[in-house]
């Protein structure tokens, strides 16, 4: 055996024998390296029955984690098998998909060059030559900037990209009531990165861009009245972030308030509120399986409380893929209206790009919204960070911040005043990005230039896509997907203009059922449902969340569609089913 262990098997044992690695650890960091449970705890010297209770899982320890956690010990098992085995993981635990925009990323790339063609040639005319310096540029002013550019599409428009970035352009200069020598300079300005994002909220260009595309996405074409101003952010992570921070600071939401949360929802909107930052009392609202994971009416009740500050929830919903529709939306919405008009709604609505018919809290009760969007899944951008607030001007939270006691104004006056000499007049939008950046570096905040710049050719591409061309693409990909799980499952494949079918939410109660009737589901539904996913990674190199770690059913699981292609999918569904048999082996019934 110690001819055939890793060296740093070895160094970790001993850091384990003298106490500084736990046994749990050391025993994954074993497993890694292909080492069985037996192995690993004689490293460590222990007896059969130690190795047995040091390799036994903590079930009730485990479902006290995030998902996301377990999910990194799921890839750890599935990690040892393929080590035995020389297979390979098929991790459908991860949100990220695997497709992606193109396009704006090709006239993101020719725009940048633009930007520092420019910024060499006004290098030249400073020194009094005709050709540009090496290396270095000088930033170019807006002056005669459309027409330059004008001019280097015409020499480049063979280019990749530059078809598109030139239609991009023109409909920016066309349509958004701008200088297009200002549009142009905000835009390549911005993707040189070479100046601190000025305004620091967000560009102006970037917000009539954004706000056109978010009128599309989130309003289908028919945003409510009144103006919502936008703050550009690193995505919908910082994006929740900053609001619960600010709604805080503000005295918005305090320690002890409630918040409602749609479940079944993405594990870290659960864990936010309640954290000793916030001190928020969480009253679930649940969605109905049996109504499609719409929201009942007893549910929808529990917002009358005037107790309840804020509604808190991801429309279409992770882990569901289900959109809210306009039943539920409206009976939401006439609830608040009679009985908490002033009640916050927080909605991430990241999953709005993907499906047929989407309905918002926004276009009914637009003053009440604080809405968060990404771009990180319908272009595949997780990584760039691109997220926005939209806040309405006439939002409640300015008139629940002015109707504060005169000492809590005096205190938020104080917070403020570094930045303006009239510090109550500020604006929940404004305020936000002061915080952001803890009011007093509020002078250097805002997502950076580049970013925003992505942001306006993601949005662009969008609006210039008149016939929904890439969305049908992309939705085909994940109806795709969506059969041949649900075909090797040997399920009904759910359907309808609400689903964004980006994730699967599996009720494996339902499925032991449909499979091998319900005495062996009930047998089944009292084992541990953690134990199933490991499993499913011991034997079958396959990771999958717990639906219980979502709030959703105890027995379920997810599977991440956008991640893996048709053939996995089929795969995770076998699988699936392979365990469920095992398990009937087992247990009888």
Same mark, same amino acid.
């Given at each position: ?34 080492? =069985?449970?037996? =192995? ?12 047995? !209770? ?52 090709? +006239? ?7 930007? @520092? ?14 050709? %540009? #310096? ?15 550019? #004008? ?8 280019? $990749? ?10 409909? @920016? ?25 000025? %305004? %620091? ?28 101003? !936008? ?13 619960? /921070?600010?709604?805080?600071? /503000? ?24 954290? &000793? ?28 409380? *005037?107790?309840?500050? &804020? ?28 009985? /908490? $008009? ?33 771009? =990180? ?111 090797? !499952? ?16 599996? /009720? ?15 047998? !089944? ?20 969340? *717990? ?12 599977? +991440? ?16 089913? @392979? ?11």
């Amino acid at each position: 055996m110690t001819q055939k262990t890793h060296p740093f098997v070895h160094e970790a044992a001993v850091v384990a024998r003298e106490g500084g690695l736990s046994r749990r650890e050391f025993f994954k960091y074993a497993a890694c390296f292909g080492l =069985s449970a037996m =192995s690993a705890g004689q490293l460590l010297g222990l007896t059969a029955p130690q190795i047995a !209770l040091a390799a036994a899982q903590d079930w009730k320890g485990l479902e006290q984690e995030s998902p996301f956690e377990i999910k990194n010990l799921l890839i750890d098992k599935a990690q040892a098998a393929c080590a035995k085995s020389g297979c390979t993981v098929l991790n459908a635990g991860r949100g990220n998909p695997d497709f992606l925009n193109t396009t704006a990323r090709k +006239a993101f790339a020719l725009l940048t060059l633009f930007a @520092a063609t420019a910024a060499e040639q006004e290098g030249a005319k400073r020194a009094g030559s005709n050709e %540009p #310096a090496r290396d270095i540029g000088y930033r170019r002013m807006r002056d005669g900037l459309a027409a330059e550019f #004008a001019a280097f599409i015409k020499v480049h428009r063979s280019q $990749p990209g530059a078809e598109f970035l030139e239609r991009a352009m023109e409909y @920016a200069t066309r349509n958004l009531g701008m200088d297009p020598d200002e549009v142009v300079f905000q835009l390549t300005d911005g993707v040189q990165g070479d100046f601190y994002p000025d %305004p %620091p909220r967000i560009f102006p260009v970037t917000e009539a861009i954004a706000m056109r595309y978010l009128d599309r996405v989130v309003f289908s074409g028919k945003p409510p009245a009144g103006k919502f101003s !936008l703050f550009a952010t690193e995505g919908a992570t910082a994006a929740m972030i900053y609001l619960f /921070n600010s709604l805080r600071e /503000n005295m918005v939401l305090n320690p002890g308030d409630k918040v409602a949360i749609v479940t079944p929802v993405f594990s870290p909107y659960l864990e936010l509120p309640v954290l &000793a930052d916030y001190g928020l009392e969480p009253v679930y609202i649940r969605c109905s399986e049996e109504a499609g994971w719409q929201i009942p009416d007893a549910e929808a009740a529990k917002l009358a409380d *005037p107790g309840v500050k &804020a509604l808190y929830m991801v429309n279409p919903t992770n882990p569901t893929s289900v959109s809210l529709n306009a039943d539920t939306v409206g009976r939401m919405a006439a609830v608040i209206k009679a009985h /908490n $008009p002033d009640m916050i709604i927080i909605s991430d609505t990241v999953y709005a790009s993907f499906v047929d018919s989407f309905h918002t809290f926004g276009s009914v009760l637009p003053e009440n919204i604080l809405g968060v969007y990404s771009y =990180s899944k319908y272009f595949g951008v997780t990584g760039w960070r691109l997220g926005l607030v939209m806040v309405h001007e006439n939002t409640v939270v300015d008139r629940i911040i002015k109707r504060l006691p005169s000492k809590e104004q005096a205190r938020l006056d104080l917070r403020y005043r570094l930045t303006s000499t009239r510090p109550e007049s500020i604006t929940f939008i404004d305020r936000l990005e002061m915080d952001s950046r803890q009011v007093a570096l509020a002078h250097t905040g805002g997502l950076s230039g580049p970013q925003q710049v992505a942001m306006c050719l993601f949005s662009l591409f969008e609006l210039l896509d008149e016939k929904f061309a890439y969305k049908k693409a992309i939705m085909d990909i994940l109806r795709a997907r969506w059969a041949a799980l649900y075909k090797a !499952l040997a399920l009904p494949e759910p359907t309808g203009d609400t689903l964004t079918r980006y994730y699967a939410l599996i /009720n494996l109660g339902t499925l032991a059922e449909q499979r091998h009737g319900k005495p062996f589901a009930d047998k !089944l539904t009292k084992e541990h449902s953690l134990e199933f996913l490991f499993r499913l990674a011991e034997q079958h190199a396959t990771v999958c969340l *717990p639906g219980g770690g979502f709030a959703g059913p105890d027995w379920s699981l997810r599977v +991440a569609l956008a991640n893996i292609d048709e053939q996995a999918c089929a795969s995770v569904g076998r699988s699936v089913l @392979a365990v469920l048999d095992g398990y009937k082996q087992e247990l009888g019934g």
